[in-house]
């Protein structure tokens, strides 16, 4: 079975300009979390997305947007780069939404804004 | 507010000992605790969860305690070897605030020494 694949494995973009990342579920699963993780430091949860909708997001300003797809897979869209967007993003997905599902996740992608 | 920290940054190990990272957690609602082993370049990956009604879980080679009078969890990893080199995520999956996130601590990096 396929696990949560990223693409891409690294992005460069120049601070302003716009990034699209992107992740495909486990088969089943309908959930899909995006995480940040900065260099050295934890993952800080970004956006959740469940049946299409986006049901939960932290603290992060509103050039972070995403969404998903019929399919189920997800979208991470950055607006207006910042230097400091630099950071591996990581994808989880999970089958439904209670507590007790386990979050599997992807590979990440690897963002360098310059 | 919520929160999930570790004691300590780095713990280095002779391979064949035992090895235990501590966690502290501050939301006494928290529904479960789970473990993510992150190896270099790689996303974290599910090693264990524990449900707030148990104190004790047992896996291949781990176990974690929970304490919920003093809001502390640990993973201890038996026969430690030196593929378990990574950093080990503790955290803390709430349902609180209308959402299903999981609140990660910073991570505690562990070192095999042969």
């Known amino acids: 079975e396929a696990g949560v694949t990223q693409s891409p494995t690294h992005l460069i973009k120049t601070r302003g300009q716009q990034a699209t990342l992107r992740c495909s579920p486990i088969?089943?699963?309908?959930?899909v979390y995006w995480y940040q993780q900065a260099l050295g430091l934890g993952l800080q949860f970004l956006l959740w997305y469940d049946e299409g909708e986006e049901r939960n997001r932290g603290n992060f300003p509103p050039r972070f947007s995403g969404r998903q797809f019929p399919n189920y897979s997800s979208e991470l869209n950055v607006n207006a780069l910042e230097l400091e967007d630099s950071a591996l993003y990581l994808c989880?997905?999970?089958?439904?939404?209670?507590?007790?599902?386990?979050?599997?996740f992807g590979a990440g992608t690897r963002l360098s804004v310059l | 507010g919520e929160s999930v920290g570790l004691h300590l940054p780095t713990l280095s190990v002779q391979e064949g000992d035992n090895s235990i990272i501590n966690c502290a957690y501050s939301n006494s609602a928290s529904d479960y605790f789970i473990w993510y082993k992150q190896e270099s370049g790689k996303g974290p990956q599910f090693i264990i969860d524990?449900?707030?009604?148990?104190d004790k879980r047992q896996g291949q080679r781990v176990t974690v305690l929970l304490n919920k009078t003093v809001k502390h969890l640990s993973l201890q990893i038996a026969a430690t070897q030196p593929g378990d080199s990574a950093v080990y995520f503790c955290a803390e999956n709430s349902l609180t605030g209308g959402g299903n996130k999981l609140t990660f601590g910073t991570g505690t990096q562990l070192k095999v020494e042969l």
């Open positions: 088969s089943g699963h309908t959930s």
């Open positions: 989880a997905t999970q089958q439904g939404f209670l507590a007790k599902n386990i979050q599997y």
């Open positions: 524990i449900r707030s009604n148990m």
